[in-house]
């Protein structure tokens, strides 16, 4: 599989550090407020890398952290803790809403069929983590005390921007944007790993450390989670593009001086979902959730279709036309789906094979997630039995998720329901008297072909037709014409 690493800015080839295991990280959400549709954009696409990683036979462990602490207005060292903010604007205390919202951010990603990591670490279970680290970057002369906070010392590296297809001075700019400059840093990307001295003195968590009563920078706790569950190397770390600077950057350059070596081989990032008036953001207020999108009448995995049909390195629009589009292509498959019928025919393990090896070209070239549900079409369309269609159908569909057979199923169910309900109201006679004994036969044939009879059904409508009339299925039942 051909990955597009945002480290080395190309395509490479995915190889694992180890043949038995995927270390895969990914920066989770910060429990302040409900996550938005575009946070769920950036797992959308993390998911499909993980379950597609499965799907060639790798074994994942895949490690999440809960920013529950240390999460600052902007991203760098400036303002207060977006969870104090969110506690205040709810007059509840810090650990209850970032329960409400984890919970909240599990129930979302649940309707979308996002798989929850095989690890979930909150921020604030890690301190002694975060401290034995921090010793060890000041005993190194990585860090340095100044004011009463600790600050990564980022002069001591030979490189700093390590995604730098971003240019330094807008970087640097943007982030500290309408935000007072920090005169304790020696470096202008000198970062805080633990923070005693702050201007809001009312932070709810605090903890003992050697350096004095306080809380976490940022950045530390993703370096902590991912190398607590992970170890000292991680083969794939995941997020959306605005984590790459100052976030990734910093994790980056705490890990490898704290290690002493290379800490993660590729680095996956998910371009932004913006609304048409621009980027969506949490800390605004504005913004789209999953039961918004429920609220207004469509499936939460019409969104997940709406995000699989474009590619995870540009960026996204949405509207609601768009989103519609999504909906009556997914409606439009769902019932192409449930019109198979697998029978007792054995799947064709031939063209299987050839299905899959579509599947695995669109997706194997840097997650080309159009395509592979390009393929699906293929499918239906492809000169095989329905059997081998549904196999296919069902085996894509543990990547995609999309619940392509669960839903063909519903619909199947509702189809037969509608038509008995039809059965149920009777025969409507148009155009012609009621005739006893052709409501009759009409009758017969529902249950005929409610048994599958179908010789006894074609039967029935030949002696209908002998008497002088015509037989339509409609999906309020049959209705009798005079021939
Ligand atoms: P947060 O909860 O703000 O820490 O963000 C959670 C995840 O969503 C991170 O990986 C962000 O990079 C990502 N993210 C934030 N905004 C967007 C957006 N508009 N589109 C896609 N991903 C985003
Ligand atoms: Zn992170």
Known sequence: MKLYNSASHRKEEFVPNHPDIVKMYTCG????????????????????????LRYQGYNVKRVMNITDVGHLSSDADEGEDKMLKGARREHKTVMEIAKFYTDAFFADCRKLNIKRPDVVEPATHCIDDYIRIITKLLDTGYAYLAGGNVYFDTSKLKQYYVFNDFNEDDLAEGVREGVEKDENKRNKNDFVLWFTKSKFEDQALKWDSPWGVGYPGWHIECSAISMKHLGEDLDIHCGGIDNAFPHHTNEIAQSEAYLGHKWCNYWMHVLHLNTATGKMSKSKGEFLTVSLLEEKGYDPLVYRLFCLQSHYRKSLVFSWENLTN???????????IAGLKAGDEPVDEEALKALDEKFRGALDNDLNTSLAVTTLYDTLKYPTNDATKLAALGKFDAVLGL??????????????????????????????????EVEKLALERVSAKKTKNFAEADRLRGEIAAMGYEVLDTPKGPVVKKA
């Open 326 to 336: 999504a909906q009556v292509a997914y409606n439009k498959l769902i019932a192409r």
């Open 403 to 436: 619940d392509l057979l669960k839903k063909a199923e519903q619909k199947r169910r509702e189809t037969q329901a509608e038509q008995a309900a039809g059965a149920a109201a009777g025969v409507t006679f148009e155009g012609c008297e009621a005739n006893e």
């Open 29 to 52: 959400p910060t429990v302040y407020h409900f996550a938005h549709i575009g946070n769920l954009r950036s797992y959308i696409m993390e998911d499909i890398l993980e379950k597609y």
